[in-house]
């Protein structure tokens, strides 16, 4: 193994290239400053990886390709080692999802590389750079598609930080479109698919602060009240419509527990919330409210309205059947709550009577 202290000419000639990328990179990056930072990145990341200088010198090469670069650009940032490991690791999460894979300065083509499918570089480049990094600490090393997921989201929904953290925090990419649903037997084939993927399998209500056990009017009632939480784990395109939406039906009044409108699939969708384990007569409730709505409030410019049952526990077996049996487009999923506080921890908590008392002792 060579030393650090005496790198030979090879390593020179390659630092001295990344010195004239980089210059050529701060030129174009007053235009596209995040696109063609990412670009050097991404190059700088894959010279790591294919040259094989840790091989070579060991780990210690790192600080010196920091130390080297820093001295020539002292005002620059981004060249510590942590941020030249996010470059490299950068390079490994997405090589093998990236379609049109460009040639690069300074690399040469490889007929025995299989050409990576999955996103452009035009897209991967245009997240920014802070969200690849959360990116990258939650999934280096996963299934290659499930970093790629989460840039597809980001991209197509325009994800804050905060909000793509939250999103693989409560494991998105397991839980989006799983829902169980006649949505292929009951619409045509590109609605089929939009509305599957507004659907979650289960939906974490865990912004809710609920006191165990519970009735359902006091899960409703605190949806509601965090209806903006409620609609950010509901997914991308929902409107909220009302709660208790009233409809009059013949001589009748139905009230719908929540009615939703989705820009996506371009279509009312009627949510129903039960908590308790999933019936199959639910799904009669349900198709009839979804039946009036397409009958009442659709127009000519809607697509059909979709049901969505949100339960507490369900039978997929018993669901699938159940789903079978019905003539409207219905999905059936399960919810969680993580801040349930039960009554007997609730008893043995002070009030806050209890602590202003003592407080004031």
């Known amino acids: 193994m060579a030393t650090l202290e005496k790198v030979d000419e090879s390593y020179l000639s390659w630092i001295r290239q990344i010195i004239e990328r980089y210059r050529s990179s701060q030129t174009k990056a007053a235009v596209k400053v995040n696109r063609e930072m990412l670009r050097f990145y991404w190059s700088l990341g894959e010279d790591i990886v ?9 780990d210690g090469i790192l600080e010196r390709i920091s130390s080297d670069l820093k001295q020539q650009f002292p005002s620059a940032k981004g060249f510590s080692v942590t941020n030249l490991n996010y470059m490299k690791r950068f390079f490994l999460t997405y090589n093998q999802v990236v379609e049109n894979r460009p040639q690069l300065v300074g690399n040469s083509s490889d007929p025995n590389h299989p050409q990576p499918v999955g996103i452009s570089f035009e897209q991967l480049f245009s997240v920014p750079w802070g969200h690849h990094r959360y990116i990258i600490d939650h999934f280096y090393n996963a299934d290659p598609d499930i970093p790629l997921f989460y840039v597809r989201q980001t991209i197509e929904h325009g994800l804050s930080r905060d909000t793509l953290l939250n999103l693989m925090d409560a494991n998105l990419h397991l839980r989006e479109g799983k829902a169980i649903s006649n949505f292929e037997q009951q619409l045509p084939p590109l609605q089929s698919d939009l509305a599957k993927q507004i659907t979650r399998d289960p939906y974490q209500f865990d912004f809710l602060t609920i006191q165990e056990p519970y009735e359902e009017k006091a899960l409703k009632d605190q949806l509601v009240q965090n209806v903006e939480n409620f609609l950010l784990e509901m997914g991308t395109g929902f409107a909220y419509m009302g709660r208790e939406y009233r409809l009059v039906v013949g001589n009748t009044e139905q009230f719908l527990d929540m009615l939703f409108y989705n820009t996506k699939t371009h279509s009312y969708v009627v949510v129903e919330v039960k908590a308790r384990k ?52 219905i999905g059936v999923s399960e919810y969680t709550l993580n801040q349930i506080l039960p009554e007997q921890l609730k008893e043995a908590l002070p009030s806050v009577k209890d602590l202003q008392e003592h407080l004031e002792k």
Do not use: H, M
């Not at 294919?50 to 060991?58: D, H, P, T």
């Not at 507490?312 to 669901?319: C, N």
């Open 50 to 58: 294919r040259l094989k200088w840790e091989s070579v010198y060991g």
């Open 278 to 329: 999933f019936e199959p007569g639910d799904l009669g409730q349900l198709g009839t409210y979804v039946v009036a709505v397409d009958e009442i409030l659709r127009s000519e410019q809607d697509n059909q309205t979709i049901g969505l049952l949100i339960c507490k526990t369900k039978d997929e077996v018993l669901a699938q059947y159940a789903l079978k049996a019905s003539n409207q487009p």
